[in-house]
């Protein structure tokens, strides 16, 4: 393959900005959590810690597929989509650092970014909780004509548990525009999608519910990004949800805490060497000369000045104002006591 | 001026009212729309209202609650229903982990007022039926939880939860959906989601209930009126956040007090009472704290099984006796 004009790929609706954006989003991502976990080492984040390492090409191709206006909530591996959404390194390094000046003020932590603003309505630690809560967004925007699609993203481990199931039925009966985003990066933990799951293709599960799914190779993000566009379209056009399952692969351990007994070196190694998602994008811009080296060396350059950055305002932000602690609790004021 | 109504009517007006003030108002449950309700609250409403605002649900309790919970998110008044509370267990995660933490957790941004309306009670359904669990609402910060009794507070406690932006946990209770009252007309008659109520001055000893307790304890200050023992008796009326305050002026003019609850005894809600009151006023104290309360075993289906396991106006007697150390040694299952 051969690109006709410079700077597109074939068949590719993207500009060279927007295509280099996306590498820039990627590098972004894997270099964050690189330094998040060199800073958990540190001790200076604490908790679980859920990297998003090998996984990046899904959330930066779809949210890229994303309207602005579109809904999004999350599970707890949530760094990778704050950041592919745009939200300021600095303050997502600063909620891990659980500093006022995190996303959330320090309130959540690593498992709980959100940003209003965005309509990223959070990430949730409990799994598969947030499917219904996805729901209830795709039935708000529904309810108000609003053309909005919620997209929920969720491991494979989410596929086996009851509120996926009540998700998808109430988004198939209601025809609720929801994305139903599945990534499977073949474990939940230490138990591998085969031990968990008596269907081991996420994609089928939908079929019981009569929602169009379809598998896509998660580490190619201009898939991701096709198949999401298409998906957003069947949402939006009042078809009810849709389904797509990621194929992915987690580098690092379920969190920072795991011994990874589960699965050998050899596995982890094949998927960086053969799998990268952001090697095989970086080749595919350069053989098609959407870019050269050095112009991917810059961004790879600006992309370590902004987490060392984001690093530096982390370390030097406050902590949250003790005179906060209860404050949030309720949003309408309380009086007795 | 004020008009007389039955507690369900009370609620279903408060609905109706605040469906038409406001289209973002939406109701989704289990049987509410086509069925009618299960104890007849939304009777009619689905031909009145339509079934985009009159959902039939799935059974599908986590479900029902979570997508209330993204409906609120995504900007809309949702009144969710759970047939009545022995389900609500398999809505907890939602309820507990989600719905009550979003707006502490998200560090203000935004809210998700859901209003959750349940109910509780019993009537020979044995054991998975007939329980009381406000006790694992209540315990919950980033909830209101609210019981009310009597009419006038179902109406102005459920219009005030629609329209405020914390998510509530409305108990109404089985038994009492026929009492009648007097409710204030005015579309616009709010109450605030807080604030026990004394509604029976005395000055031998203070009673404190809710729901159909309330009624157990009113119907033993009546009694007791006649041979000149005083109640003073107080409606809770929302459990969280509790208002301690008023149980605690009461009980220092009483000095003394009964807490009267159908769920069971042990980590209760008048367990919680009874600590508060004794960190704030055991000096007033002139007996040990009474607590009348269910006995504790999954409710039997028998009749005469099922009456001894519940409270009624004659413990309640009884526990009055006892803070007054006028005990008769009748006979109390326990
Ligand atoms: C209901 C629930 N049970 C258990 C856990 C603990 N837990 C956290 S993440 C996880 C694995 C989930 O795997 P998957 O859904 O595939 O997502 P992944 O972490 O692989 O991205 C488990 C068991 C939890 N958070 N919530």
Redesign the interface.
Known sequence: MTSTVDGQLPGVALTKSELLEMYRLMVLIRRFEEVAAEQYALGKIAGFLHLYIGEEAVAVGAIRAMDPED?L?THYRDHGYALALGLDPRRCMAELFGKATG???G??GSM?F???SKHF??G?A?VA?L???????????K??NQRRV?VAIFGDGATNN??FH??L??AA??KLPVLFLCENNQYGMGTAVAHASAVREMYRKACAYDIPAEQVDGQDVLAVYEVTKRALEHCRSENGPYFIEALTYRYRGHSMADPETYRSKEEVEEWRRQRDPIVLFRQKLLSHTVATEEELAALDQAVEEAVAEAVRFAEESPEPDPATLT??????P???? | MARELTYRDALREALREEMYRDE?V?LMGEDIGAYGGSYAVTRGFLQEFGP?RV?D??I?E??I????????????R?VVELMTINFSLLAM??IV??LAK??????????A?VVVRTVEGFGQLAATHSQFFENYFAYV??L?VVAPAVPKDAKGFLKAAIR???PVIFIEHSLIYRNRGEVPDGEDFLL????AEVRREGRDVTIVSWLRGYYLALGAAEELAREGIECEVIDLR?LR??????IVRSVQKTNRLVIVEEGWKSFGVGAEIAASVQERAIDYLDAPIARVASVEVPMPYARNLERLVVPNKDKVIEAVREVLYQRTLVPVAR
């Open positions: 809904h909530v996303l959330v003020g309130r959540g709980h959100a940003d209003a309505w959070g949730y409990i909780g499917l219904p809560i996805a729901a209830g967004l795709g039935l708000a925007s309810y108000l919620a009851g509120a009540e998700a039925n109430f009966l209601w404050q949030y609790a309720y949003a309408d309380i009086t007795v006591r | 973002r939406f985009e959902r649900t799935p599908a986590l479900g609650v979570g997508l209330g919970i993204g409906a609120a998110i995504g900007g809309l949702p995660d939602q982990n989600h979003i707006y502490y957790m998200f560090n203000g941004q935004f809210t007022p910060p980033g209101r405020g932006n914390d605030p989601l807080e604030g929302v956040p509790l208002d301690i305050e008023t």
